[in-house]
């Protein structure tokens, strides 16, 4: 006895000393065993008590985690490699004398960091916009009184009154429902209102969706009330975990991010060794010290590609802005980049895949099942009578929508009500039975509501003759089991109640949520109105089959998404099957071995099994949102890159986790925009392809800008590395090598960002997310073009340094300019002909404005001594523009080569 009431005692204080109850599944203790668990009664708390509670949980709220100062996140923004290298070139073009590098670099410097400080604000701001979910009052009875208190007073063990239009202020054990549902869609991101009670589950491992006995804080109660006992506040709730899982997520470095690091670094290495190379060489030649110095100091500079930071931010500006056009809107502007690397998209069902609003796609009637676009409309003159809409099974299952539904018209026309009634509404208004004219003969006279108990819903109104009609409508193995007879085209026929169940099975199991139909004509309308008496008898009507169906375009899009390599995944917290349908008939499923997984199975998974199975699996359904962000990082751990859509607050852990997160403009919610890298205004899952395809570009044109910058670079390296290998002068000065530095790398290579995008750039996989910045060909491109381009230089040093004429400096310095221009003219396809592309307005005009600024360093009178430039003879500018186009016809007929091996790679 006594070891008895020991254990009882500590069950008790364990239950009140698990600050969350995180343990405790409260669907499966009835309501008063909940009662005893909670230490509460019918009466409520007692004033006392609730205030001991309050100082033992803490208040009802979210709480934020310490977020770093406005000062630590600027700073942050200089601890990249690549801008502290850019940071010591200005320091050094400060020392010798460069203010204009100096300033141009400093101003790139300060740009970035303002950028990089502004989105990591801007991120700060998610956990705020969860706050905002949080209800500011709560009706409860407490010491027996019913009052409205401030809902961070709420504590475990506190009776919560429901209402419709409350948001739910905790997590709560429901005790007592009449007719409640509750819109969970920000938590599970189930589109219609779950219907809930107080039955007692038994299963242990049920998803949120699944728990019909519980209400959930941030949710909305859209019809109906109820009454329930607080389980769980504050951060110990389903919302509080979702906002722990948002603060522990850390944003991961985008792709572009990741490889410039490592060529900063890299880059700063060769720079360093060269410069080096270059002035013990220049030494050991006997030339001045001093001139060395700068000469390797300059060199150092020119090497760095200041512009890079400039190009980088330009590219993803103006391709930000250009999605916006097409209705996505960049938050982060690195996501733009980062979408060209994607190679899964873990995208929701609700709104995103499909409309989010349920439509009667399937109907029997009359003994024949067929597809609602075959059903047959009501006849003008049924039509224009004010009467019911005809007498057949087809047009009185019609009738049935209309009259047995209770949502309203507003005064612009548009449906306010439950989305499965609206549906119903609208089929019986798109097929010509209009509820204004039929209630003008057929007004409800009576009503028996709807009960989750019967699960039935019968409405009364007159009929030919003085006599009552009734319409009932129902879950389908209700309505069969009160029904006596069946209404067939042929006539009134016994009800067949097992082919009725096997074609609500069929249309169940294209994933449709079935209804049923039935009517019963009355002499007068029956007395006592109750459902044994005025539910039975009915005469079968037909049946409905509803779903949220998905988007016109979804199957485009995922098409386009698999022809670019990139693998659509469907996350959603909605049933298994309803589920697999849509991802059959989108394309998100299309052959064998691809699978569906419940939240129930995943759970069950050891995260190592789960990661070898995790690229089978193409659907995942009744997740919760840890789980969601289990199958991001097992992706992530794979190697891929993935982009997670979605809009409930569900989705916000997992869209900050993910290497993008996609979050719905319409429909989506404070919480999951602020926690995303982009938003999708028109809420279209084919905006992303479109994004896809910007991103790709976007990285494709950085790509081209480090292809010429680099090859620019290495010209002006091996030119001056070689010369004096061939026993000839240094042929450039440290001002020529500042000036290209200047004007050549900076106004055409910021015109690359323009460049549009190539014809096959959606029809070639996603680049692997560890693939260098230098792959396919790049860095062997930079290294013999830049071999050709010094080569070139030397050759014109060499031709004309023994003439009488001292002109042979100021050519080399022109060659040298000029072949990046042709260079950079070629470039602008990785394999199509300059002659075949479309005008790249910015880059031609950049092009021809770098040609006349040279032009002046030679024809200006009082730029030749600043420059140490001579004018030169028209033989000889047109012999050095002849040289300059060398560069240029090579890289063309390096493109032919190319083009060629495609084509016998294809045949």
């Known amino acids: 006895m006594v070891e008895g009431l020991l254990a009882v005692y500590e069950r008790v204080v364990k239950t009140m000393n698990t600050k969350g109850n995180e343990s405790i599944h409260w669907h499966q203790f009835d309501p008063k065993e909940v009662l005893e668990k909670l230490q509460s009664s019918d ?8 205030r001991r509670r309050f100082e033992h949980y803490g208040p009802n709220e979210l709480i934020e985690k310490k977020h770093k100062s406005l000062w630590m996140m600027f700073f942050d923004q200089f601890k990249d490699f690549m801008i502290m290298v850019l940071i010591a070139a200005a320091v050094v073009a400060g020392v010798i004398g460069d203010p204009v590098d100096t300033i141009a670099i400093a101003v790139i410097v300060l740009l970035n960091a303002v950028l990089g400080f502004v989105q990591e604000y801007r991120a700060e701001k998610a956990m705020a916009a969860l706050k905002k979910l949080a209800t500011s009052s709560a009706t409860v009875i407490r010491d027996g009184r019913t009052e409205s208190i401030s809902a961070e007073l709420l504590v475990p063990g506190d009776l919560v009154i429901l209402e419709a239009g409350n948001v739910v202020p905790a997590d709560i054990r429901l005790t007592e429902t009449i007719q409640i549902r509750i819109d969970e869609a920000t938590l599970t991101g189930e589109s219609v209102p779950v219907e809930k009670d107080s039955a007692t589950l038994s299963e242990t491992d049920l998803s949120i969706g699944d728990r019909k006995n519980m209400a959930y804080k941030g949710t909305l109660v859209t019809y109906g009330r109820g009454r329930g006992l607080v389980a769980a506040t504050g951060m110990r709730t389903e919302l509080g975990r979702i906002a722990a899982l948002l603060q522990d997520q850390d944003e991961g470095r985008t792709p572009l991010q990741k490889r410039l690091t490592s060529f900063g670094k890299k880059l700063a290495y060769a720079v360093l060794a060269i410069c080096a190379i270059v002035f013990v060489a220049g030494l050991l030649r006997g030339e001045p010290p001093l001139l060395m110095l700068l000469t390797a100091i300059s060199l150092a500079v020119a090497a760095i590609p200041e512009a890079l930071p400039a190009v980088i931010t330009i590219s993803l500006a103006l391709g930000a802005k250009k999605l916006v056009k097409q209705h996505a809107l ?13 190679t899964y998209i873990c995208s929701d069902k609700t709104g995103t895949l499909t409309l989010n609003r349920m439509t009667v796609e399937k109907v029997y009637a009359g003994g024949r099942p067929f597809p609602t676009k075959e059903m047959p409309a009501v006849g003008r003159e049924e039509a224009a009578a004010v009467s019911l809409c005809g007498t057949k099974p087809s047009e009185l299952l019609l009738n049935a929508l209309a009259l047995c539904n209770d949502v309203r018209v507003d005064a612009s026309g548009g449906v306010i009500g439950d989305p499965t009634e609206t549906a119903l509404f609208d089929l019986a208004r798109e097929k010509g039975c209009l509820r204004e004219r039929l209630d003008e003969k057929h007004p409800r006279l009576a009503e028996i509501p709807f009960d989750s108990d019967r699960k039935l819903m019968t409405t009364f109104h007159p009929w030919e003759n003085g006599r009552i009609v009734s319409f009932t409508k129902g879950a389908v193995e209700e309505i069969i089991e009160r029904s006596e007879k069946a209404l067939t085209y042929e006539g009134m026929e016994e009800v067949n109640r097992s082919k009725v169940l096997e074609t609500t099975e069929q249309i169940a199991g294209d994933g449709l949520r079935t209804l049923g139909f039935a009517m019963r004509v009355w002499e007068a309308l029956p007395e006592p109105l109750t459902s044994e008496q005025a539910e039975a008898g009915l005469v079968f009507i037909g049946i409905v089959g509803m779903m949220d169906p998905p988007r016109p375009e979804a199957t485009e899009s995922v098409a386009m998404c698999r022809s670019a390599g990139i693998q659509p995944v469907m996350i959603t917290g909605d049933h298994p099957l309803t589920a697999g349908v849509i991802a059959r008939r989108v394309g998100i499923i299309s052959g064998k071995g691809e699978a569906v997984m419940t939240g129930r199975e995943l759970a069950q998974l050891p995260l190592e099994e789960f990661e070898h199975r995790v690229e089978k699996i193409r659907v995942y359904a009744r997740v919760a949102p840890e789980q969601k962000l289990k199958i991001v ?16 607050v569900n989705d916000a852990p997992a869209l900050k986790r993910a290497d993008i997160g996609v979050a719905m403009g319409i429909n989506g919610t404070d919480v999951s925009k602020e926690a995303s890298h982009m938003i999708l205004l028109d809420d279209n899952f084919a905006t992303i392809v479109k994004a896809v395809r910007e991103g790709r570009r976007i990285f494709d044109n950085i790509r081209k800008f480090i292809k010429y910058t680099m090859t620019s670079n290495s010209g002006e390296i091996f030119t001056i590395f070689l010369a004096p290998f061939l026993g000839l002068p ?3 000065l440290p001002i020529h090598i500042l000036w290209i530095n200047l004007v050549t790398d900076g106004v055409p290579g910021l015109a690359l960002a323009a460049e549009p995008g190539e014809s096959s750039i959606m029809r070639r996989p996603p680049r692997h997310p560890k693939e260098s910045i230098f792959a396919k060909g790049l860095g062997t491109h930079i290294i013999w073009v830049g071999l050709l381009m010094g080569a070139v230089s030397i050759l014109t040093q060499v031709l004309f340094i023994d003439s009488s004429q001292t002109h042979w400096q100021t050519m080399v310095f022109t060659v040298l300019c000029l072949s990046q221009m042709g260079h950079v003219l070629a470039i602008r396809s990785e394999q199509e002909s300059f002659f075949k592309q479309r005008t790249n307005k910015p880059l031609l005009g950049a092009v021809l404005l770098t040609f006349a600024l040279q032009m002046t360093t030679i024809y200006v009178p009082f730029l030749n001594p600043i420059f140490k430039t001579e004018p030169l003879t028209a033989r000889e500018l047109a012999i050095t523009i ?15 080569i190319k ?8 045949a």
Do not use: W, Y
């Not at 009466?43 to 609730?50: D, R, T, Y």
């Open 330 to 342: 960049i938050r982060k502007l690195p996501a733009v980049e980062t979408l060209g690397s994607v």
């Open 899 to 906: 083009r060629s091996r495609n084509r016998d790679t294809e």
């Open 730 to 732: 240094i042929p450039l």
């Open 43 to 50: 009466m409520g708390l007692v004033s006392e008590e609730a």
């Open 882 to 896: 002849l040289l300059s186009t060398i560069v240029f016809l090579a890289v063309e007929i390096e493109k032919a």
């Open 633 to 648: 990082k097992a992706l992530q751990d794979k190697g891929h890159f993935v982009a997670m859509t979605g809009d409930g």
